[in-house]
């Protein structure tokens, strides 16, 4: 009895507390609608993945094949160069990626000259652009008569011009730097976010002592940071099998395609345009289970080095 008094109280407490905050509820119903019809309900989908389906049975009608689609995956050379690329493309975004954020946003941009403060705010600002400009204007610059060839010629590094995008083993550089050079700008306005909650008495106890400034960025930012860039680091690994699909789309042709083509697109590809959904399913459920196992692993590092889970 004791227990369902106690049992209604509670609910009759959060009945009222619900109330209370209904216009902060109101705000966030529009963000639960979205992940229940975009996230969960799509997840019946997958089912697929173990059917043979195609545009004229439905998810219920398609017969039943088990893991035979996921096995003709293991068998698929063409998916694995897809791998390799999305790899090598990854731990090089990797590589250069996640420290230029932290090296730009520790870098005080207000002691530097206006033409270095130009070019990070002007960097800053591409990450609010989307692929289809920044890769336009790279098709541009990399072109036979583009900037790039250009320089280089006006240097004497190169005789003649030629398409730089063409060149199937530059691909990889291409695609990773220039995803750095274009992404940078997020990261950055996070861990600035951030620095911007720090105490600036910290400082200036640290200055009064004698400590350089690099000394402070070492003992006081860097530390007081540490949380955000774990956090970002265990979203980057997560994430190694995940290349930017708008990207490859844009940048990728018929010359440079075996080192282009990385799993979103290859999936894509099977997918919408040659209609194997069940196989594209497959595919895209592996590369989530593996996806959410790095998750964990990365995870479980960043709690071994930190002495507490990030996540």
Same mark, same amino acid.
């Given at each position: 009895m004791?227990?369902?008094? +106690?049992?209604?109280k509670r609910i009759r407490q959060w009945?009222?507390?619900? #109330?209370?905050? =209904?216009p902060l509820q109101l705000m966030v119903l529009p963000g639960i609608l979205f992940m229940i019809i975009f996230s969960y309900i799509p997840i019946y989908g997958l089912s697929i993945a173990f059917k043979n389906?195609?545009?004229v049975s439905t998810m219920r009608s398609a017969a039943w094949v088990g893991f035979e689609n996921f096995e003709i995956i293991l068998k698929d050379r063409y998916f694995w160069d +897809?791998? &390799?690329? &999305? !790899?090598? #493309? +990854? =731990? !090089?975004k990797l590589l250069f990626g996640f420290v230029t954020p932290i090296l730009l946003a520790v870098y005080d941009? &207000?002691?530097?000259?206006?033409? %270095?403060q130009r070019i990070v705010q002007t960097n800053l600002s591409l990450a609010f652009l989307s692929w289809i400009v920044l890769g336009g204007m790279l098709i541009s610059w990399m072109s036979t008569n583009g900037m790039f060839n250009q320089i280089l010629m006006g240097l004497g590094i190169i005789k003649e011009g030629k398409n730089i995008l063409l060149d199937a083993d530059k691909y990889w550089w291409i695609a990773s730097l220039s995803d750095v050079w274009k992404e940078a700008g997020w990261g950055t306005i996070l861990y600035l976010a951030t620095m911007a909650g720090i105490d600036p008495t910290y400082y200036e106890a640290a200055r009064i002592d004698g400590a350089s400034r690099f000394r402070q960025i070492i003992s006081i930012t860097i530390p007081l940071i540490k949380t955000i860039i774990c956090l970002n680091f265990i979203l980057? #690994? +997560?994430g190694l099998l995940n290349s930017n699909l708008d990207q490859t789309l844009v940048l990728m042709n018929t010359q440079n395609q075996e080192t282009a083509? %990385?799993?979103?697109?290859?999936?894509?590809?099977? /997918?919408?345009?040659? /209609?194997? =959904?069940?196989?594209?399913?497959?595919?895209g459920l592996g590369v989530s289970i593996v996806s959410v196992v790095l998750l964990v692993l990365a995870n479980l590092l960043t709690k071994k080095l930190n002495d507490r889970s990030v996540l």
């Amino acid at each position: 009895m004791k227990k369902e008094k +106690s049992l209604q109280k509670r609910i009759r407490q959060w009945i009222k507390e619900y #109330i209370k905050q =209904f216009p902060l509820q109101l705000m966030v119903l529009p963000g639960i609608l979205f992940m229940i019809i975009f996230s969960y309900i799509p997840i019946y989908g997958l089912s697929i993945a173990f059917k043979n389906y195609t545009v004229v049975s439905t998810m219920r009608s398609a017969a039943w094949v088990g893991f035979e689609n996921f096995e003709i995956i293991l068998k698929d050379r063409y998916f694995w160069d +897809s791998v &390799t690329n &999305t !790899l090598a #493309i +990854s =731990f !090089l975004k990797l590589l250069f990626g996640f420290v230029t954020p932290i090296l730009l946003a520790v870098y005080d941009i &207000t002691e530097v000259g206006r033409a %270095v403060q130009r070019i990070v705010q002007t960097n800053l600002s591409l990450a609010f652009l989307s692929w289809i400009v920044l890769g336009g204007m790279l098709i541009s610059w990399m072109s036979t008569n583009g900037m790039f060839n250009q320089i280089l010629m006006g240097l004497g590094i190169i005789k003649e011009g030629k398409n730089i995008l063409l060149d199937a083993d530059k691909y990889w550089w291409i695609a990773s730097l220039s995803d750095v050079w274009k992404e940078a700008g997020w990261g950055t306005i996070l861990y600035l976010a951030t620095m911007a909650g720090i105490d600036p008495t910290y400082y200036e106890a640290a200055r009064i002592d004698g400590a350089s400034r690099f000394r402070q960025i070492i003992s006081i930012t860097i530390p007081l940071i540490k949380t955000i860039i774990c956090l970002n680091f265990i979203l980057t #690994i +997560s994430g190694l099998l995940n290349s930017n699909l708008d990207q490859t789309l844009v940048l990728m042709n018929t010359q440079n395609q075996e080192t282009a083509e %990385v799993i979103n697109s290859y999936v894509y590809r099977m /997918g919408l345009a040659q /209609g194997d =959904f069940s196989y594209a399913t497959a595919a895209g459920l592996g590369v989530s289970i593996v996806s959410v196992v790095l998750l964990v692993l990365a995870n479980l590092l960043t709690k071994k080095l930190n002495d507490r889970s990030v996540l």
